[in-house]
């Protein structure tokens, strides 16, 4: 059995129009003027078309073969992924979001997001390439000279080169202040980069004709710690003044690492010997430049997630329609055959619910942060761009923690849905679940995105993010015309995580391991609060509507409020039980 996968335009124009009413929000700012709605319903399409049709064809079979490293420095990747890149990269996917300035297209995140989970729930190797390569992109526009725009942008917007990010070594995984890839300067204004990366996602392929590397490096009097980061640009192959390509640059990849999901993502180990870099920005600056894309990177791995759930639970759901067990507790269903269809079975539709509420929250709260993106990077009130970007920094770590812890484990409910079948290596299930875990690991673990929830963002501050936050929601509850349950529950939700946010704040002044000991949890409960703000936000784009479509958005609701809201209580109650109960045993209990 093949794995199929439909687009959900009919879900994703949903969220974007009648949600949070992007054209208006697009006709409102005079930098998105450019953007209709027809437009984008081509690019929806056309992006549907493309996943479906081009990237799950060679999704199962790249997982199979994997990319491969060939000695020397080389890898290649799985066949049909050349030819795949050269069609994503010739129709101008890689540049969609990109500066008009450079080539790029200027589309907003509110549209990018929607083709990123397209590209992850058909081929989340595939998918890894190009958002690198636009990951990087963002890191340039926002830190590099004009002329070192103009020499790499266009080219990386085309996808005629690739980029990465190089943080990663082998000692340094989140404390980055210890690297020991050195930056010596040359008499030209270059820098000699020596030292190894590890873990560095498409750093060696085939995929495009030079690949350009950002770089994390100290120069030799570069203050201890993270403050003394510089961002070096460091191309594979050199660029000639006119932009042609010149001799090959003193960097290669040592190997690939053999992983247990993402496998025809090639993930390199990168040895830096001297090669040529040159400084984005001033010296010192560089984790601040790498930390502007990171809130990108890390809204497009909550989409990693919510796209892998999404296949899932359209196979799961199929799965479950065809496959006959048993007898439907309310009576037989199909008398003309020995069994029934198990989608007749409760058990069987808790977890297929499971995956779908969180799908439509997930893209719905992804859509929340994408509009606030966009509203920071184009909005010309300066007092707007300043609290959204805000909340950005707020909301981020529980985009990228939430959204994936959660459709991992809607990943899990739909491989058991499979019984032994989800097991097996050709129904795809268990691909969906091996390629899905890593969205949890990289890009900042989840539970160093809860340390910086709690720790840096609403510690620090004293909780006045976080009030603010909550104050938003408790308003668009009170303001709700509606009479669905949701209402009720998300004020309560409001005042639980409010009243705990007051206690750990607390907590952390007497207790040191407070925030440690607190943050996964904490995370979790505001995680479910802001779904819970998200289906008060689609139930009142419901309001007055009849037909399925909507009356299946006040279902999923329902089942949301009955099923999935009262964990945050759980979760609440867990993290202000504080820091004791871990603490209690010795390091030597662990041995």
């Not at 930056?183 to 000699?192: Q, R, V």
Request: hydrophobic share 45%; proline share 2%; aromatic share 8%.
């Amino acid at each position: 059995m093949s794995l199929t996968y439909t687009a959900p335009l009919d879900e994703m124009r949903f969220t974007l129009k009648e949600v949070f009413d992007a054209p208006k929000f697009w006709q409102n700012n005079e930098k998105l003027s450019h953007v209709d709605e027809e437009t984008v319903d081509m690019i929806l399409d056309e992006m549907a078309k493309f996943a479906s049709e081009v990237l799950l064809p060679i999704n199962q079979s790249g997982d199979e073969e994997g990319a491969k490293y060939l000695g020397d420095g080389k890898v290649a990747t799985p066949a049909g992924f050349r030819q795949a890149f050269a069609q994503y990269a010739e129709a101008g996917w890689i540049g969609l979001g990109g500066d008009p300035n450079f080539g790029g297209q200027g589309m907003p995140k509110m549209v990018t997001m929607l083709t990123e989970e397209m590209l992850f729930a058909t081929n989340q190797s595939f998918a890894l390439y190009p958002n690198l390569t636009v990951g990087a992109s963002i890191c340039l526009l926002a830190a590099a000279s004009d002329e070192q725009k103009t020499k790499y942008l266009e080219k990386m917007y085309a996808g005629q080169w690739a980029g990465t990010m190089c943080l990663t070594e082998a000692h340094a995984g989140t404390d980055l202040g210890i690297i020991k890839t050195r930056a010596l300067p040359n008499d030209d204004g270059s820098y000699a980069i020596t030292g190894t990366k590890i873990f560095i996602t498409g750093g060696e392929h085939d995929l495009a004709e030079n690949i350009i590397h950002l770089v994390l490096a100290k120069t030799p009097d570069a203050p201890a710690g993270s403050k003394g980061i510089s961002l070096f640009i460091v191309p594979k192959f050199m660029v000639n003044d006119d932009g042609s390509l010149g001799e090959r640059n003193a960097v290669q990849a040592g190997s690939i690492e053999h992983k247990m999901g993402i496998k025809a993502s090639a993930t390199c180990v990168m040895n830096f010997d001297g090669a040529k870099g040159y400084l984005v920005g001033a010296e010192n600056t560089g984790l601040a430049a790498m930390f502007v894309m990171m809130n990108y990177e890390r809204v497009t791995m909550g989409l990693q997630g919510l796209g892998a759930s999404v296949l899932a639970y359209q196979n799961a759901a199929r799965y479950a329609q065809d496959r006959l067990q048993g007898r439907a507790d309310t009576g037989v269903v199909n008398a003309d055959k020995a069994a029934d269809p198990i989608i007749h079975f409760a058990d069987v539709r808790r977890m297929l619910l499971n995956a779908k509420t969180n799908s439509v929250a997930a893209r719905t709260f992804a859509m929340y942060v994408a509009q606030n993106l966009d509203t920071a990077k184009y909005s010309d009130d300066t007092a707007a761009a300043k609290a959204a970007n805000a909340k950005v920094a707020l909301l981020t770590p529980i985009v990228k923690a939430f959204v994936t812890d959660k459709s991992f484990a809607a990943a899990i409910d739909c491989q058991q849905v499979f019984g032994g079948h989800g097991y097996i290596k050709e129904w795809g299930m268990e691909q969906i679940v091996r390629d899905t875990r890593i969205s949890q690991i990289y890009e900042g673990t989840n539970g160093i995105q809860s340390l910086d929830l709690l720790g840096r963002k609403v510690v620090k501050d004293g909780g006045v993010a976080m009030s603010a936050f909550l104050d938003e929601i408790d308003a668009a509850a009170g303001a709700s015309a509606s009479s669905h349950s949701i209402v009720a529950s998300v004020k309560s939700s409001v005042q639980t995580v409010r009243e705990l946010t007051a206690k750990l704040i607390a907590a952390s002044k007497d207790d040191a391991n407070a925030i440690n000991a607190s943050a996964v949890d904490y995370l979790h409960a505001v995680g479910y609060l802001c779904y819970g703000y998200m289906y008060l936000l689609i139930i009142n784009a419901c309001e007055g509507k009849a037909g399925e479509f909507y009356e299946n958005k006040r279902k999923l609701a329902d089942y949301f409020v009955a099923r999935s809201l009262p964990s945050l209580d759980a979760h609440a109650k867990m993290a202000a039980a504080g820091s004791s109960s871990i603490m209690a045993f010795d390091a030597g209990f662990f041995a």
